[in-house]
């Protein structure tokens, strides 16, 4: 391995171990060889540190970092990327996988094209429980603007799993504000800073199963409006364009009444405290909007088109 590898890897690692070796062989097995896997074992409980330990025994293209309390992916990434060298960075989580010239197919696209700052993969979602795949419905492209990228990336259009120039990742490590989906505005501030976004025929396979953080009911998921309030933030301190923050704004108010309806939909899984604290995030969050309606009438109307929708349910499963 060179000094300087052409690509790190980072990887954020929390009781993965059913899928980690499997990421793990993926990454160090690529066509690429010349890279180097940044891994954080996030104070994992089950069998993960061993593996990766093994592992690195192995093969010294793994770098193995150890924190000694769980702080979140968006923190162990940014401990991987502090001691990344790669020209081109890009990060994998440890229940997915690379096609084997993932990594050499992006690299090849940076240079062919050297006013390219970030290279997207093909994405495959694949089902666990049933095998299933399915490509990912990412819209054709040979060649973006950050800010084409950027607002195709709001509603995840264009998804967040790419490779990036290691200096523009320094400038803008993930966002650690919450434990849950902050580290999603680093993607979006990666792709408004690039030059050109453009594709490569690499495959990202993004693994769907139950124990997913994000796939669960639980108070963690109203992270979201959190999240999307720290993005509004940090777009303020880069002074986009009007057109772009009234872009994020009306993103994040679809946001916040899809949170707001989930919540309704599931109250009942939360204690009562639970129930209390989320009720008085919505009414915290509410006051960041440019709103004209009294949070209590907001409120009311809201809950009765929530009723509604419910009622127009139960008569079309009982039809």
Request: aromatic share 14%; net charge positive.
């Amino acid at each position: 391995m060179t000094a300087q590898p052409q690509v790190s890897v980072l990887m954020a690692v929390y009781n993965a171990g059913q899928y980690l070796n499997y990421a793990l062989q993926s990454l160090l097995n690529q066509t690429l060889m010349d890279l180097e896997v940044l891994a954080v074992d996030d104070a994992s409980t089950d069998g993960s540190l061993a593996i990766l330990e093994r592992t690195a025994q192995a093969d010294p293209r793994l770098r193995v970092f150890r924190q000694s309390e769980n702080q979140g992916q968006a923190v162990a990434r940014n401990v991987a990327l502090r001691h990344a060298r790669g020209e081109f960075v890009c990060m994998v989580d440890a229940d997915d996988w690379l096609s084997p010239d993932a990594l050499e197919r992006g690299v090849e696209v940076f240079r062919r094209y050297p006013l390219t700052d970030s290279v997207v993969f093909r994405l495959m979602e694949y089902w666990q429980d049933t095998g299933a795949e399915r490509p990912y419905p990412t819209p054709q492209f040979t060649s973006l603007t950050g800010e084409e990228a950027f607002r195709l990336s709001l509603d995840w259009t264009l998804h967040g799993l790419y490779l990036i120039r290691r200096e523009i990742h320094l400038r803008y490590p993930y966002d650690d504000s919450y434990r849950l989906y902050s580290d999603d505005n680093t993607t979006r501030l990666h792709y408004l800073h690039s030059r050109e976004v453009r594709p490569c025929a690499g495959i990202y396979y993004y693994r769907k199963h139950a124990e997913s953080t994000t796939m669960a009911v639980s108070p963690l998921r109203f992270l979201y409006m959190w999240a999307n309030l720290s993005m509004r933030r940090t777009l303020e301190q880069e002074h986009v364009a009007p057109a772009v923050m009234a872009l994020y704004d009306r993103h994040r108010w679809h946001n916040y009444l899809s949170q707001l309806w989930l919540f309704w939909d599931n109250c009942t899984h939360f204690s009562a405290a639970e129930r209390t604290r989320l009720r008085q995030d919505f009414r915290k969050v509410y006051a960041t909007f440019c709103r004209p309606w009294p949070y209590l009438f907001f409120l009311a109307s809201q809950r009765l088109r929530w009723r509604l929708r419910r009622t127009l349910q139960r008569l079309h499963l009982s039809a």
